[in-house]
């Protein structure tokens, strides 16, 4: 990693459709952090323990195969505590769907958001690059 990148703050995605993660971590690219992608909680769980520097925030989708996002949000807590989770879904008010106030999340966003939206939600919680 390079010099310039070492002082971005890394910021984990979690979402199983390629074109989002894509997209945000364009986003958060051009926002100044430094985007991990994840395709599934599973992977998402193995680069929050493997990340150096350490991952400083997560952006995490609901609804995913393998791990819900809820689950995940939940061993993030229980594993990281204090690591900010930032839920990203479109399906918030899905039938079934957990309810978001029940969950340990640090923000929710809903889909789709602007660039405004994840950088004031991002700035709340992490020091701005």
Request: proline share 12%; charged share 15%; no cysteine.
């Amino acid at each position: 990693m390079s010099a310039s990148h070492q002082s971005r703050p890394a910021v984990l995605v979690i979402d199983d459709d390629a074109s989002v993660r894509g997209v945000v971590g364009q986003l958060l690219h051009f926002l100044g952090y430094e985007p991990v992608l994840a395709a599934d909680g599973p992977a998402g769980l193995a680069a929050i323990s493997a990340a150096e520097p350490p991952i400083a925030a997560v952006l995490l989708d609901l609804t995913m195969p393998a791990m819900t996002g809820d689950e995940v949000a939940r061993r993030i807590a229980a594993a990281h505590p204090g690591l900010p989770v930032v839920l990203m879904s479109g399906n918030l008010n899905a039938p079934g769907a957990p309810d978001p106030r029940s969950l340990p999340l640090a923000a929710v966003l809903a889909k789709p958001f602007a660039l405004r939206d994840l950088r004031d939600t991002l700035s709340r919680l992490i020091p701005p690059p």
